[in-house]
């Protein structure tokens, strides 16, 4: 793996883990794309820490049970001024 590719799996990584954020609000800081994210977190990361891509892969796993809510969240606001 290329260093500058180890560099940005550790600092999406450290994002992460440091604001809980979302996949894909997390390619939007870095300006990389969803898919370049999750594959980081996911084949990336566990090559160079296991500690630390089992601490991302629980984040990410609750992000996850979440996200239907927080799109029926924004469907709500969406069409809460339209009525």
């Known amino acids: ?7 940005r799996v550790l600092e999406i990584c450290a994002y992460i ?22 594959k980081d977190m ?8 296991k500690d630390l891509a089992h601490k991302v892969k629980v984040v990410l796993e609750h992000n996850k049970s979440e996200r239907h809510l927080r799109g029926g969240e924004a469907t709500r ?7």
């Open 1 to 7: 793996m290329q260093e500058y590719i180890q560099k």
């Open 17 to 38: 883990l440091e604001t809980k954020s979302t996949v894909r609000h997390a390619a939007e800081i870095f300006g990389v794309s969803k898919s370049t994210v999750h």
């Open 42 to 49: 996911t084949e990336r990361l566990p090559s160079l820490n």
């Open 77 to 83: 606001r969406k069409y809460r001024h339209s009525v």
